[in-house]
């Protein structure tokens, strides 16, 4: 059974950055696509993120620019780091692969 665990999130100020982190169980990360989601208060999740194979990578939406995926089929994971994090970044970010989500991890960014 494939199972995802986002990790990472936590309390932040204006400006600063994080790195969330989704370790993939129960299979190998290989050449699938991994998506990072994220969903706001009150809105549907949207995609933020997406790690194809052959390191080839798409940034959609309000975190374009400031945000790098990465993946490392060593550690079977696939990390996202954001940067210059606004306020209104807050939100419970997931990843999906494998048709599979994780429960998410929440980011909360202070002004």
């Known amino acids: 059974q494939v199972r995802l665990v986002e990790s990472g999130g936590g309390l932040v100020q204006a400006g600063e950055s994080l790195t969330l982190s989704c370790a993939v169980f129960?299979?190998?990360?290989?050449?699938?696509?991994v998506n990072w989601y994220r969903q706001l208060p009150t809105a549907g999740r949207e995609l933020v993120a997406r790690?194809?194979?052959?390191?080839?990578?798409l940034y959609v939406g309000p975190l374009k620019g400031r945000v790098v995926i990465s993946r490392d089929n060593l550690r079977n994971r696939v990390q996202m780091r954001v940067d210059s994090l606004k306020p209104e970044d807050t939100a419970v970010y997931f990843c999906?692969?494998?048709?599979?989500w994780g429960q998410g991890t929440q980011v909360t960014v202070s002004s």
């Open positions: 790690s194809f194979s052959g390191s080839r990578t």
């Open positions: 129960g299979s190998a990360l290989g050449d699938n696509t």
């Open positions: 999906n692969a494998l048709d599979v």
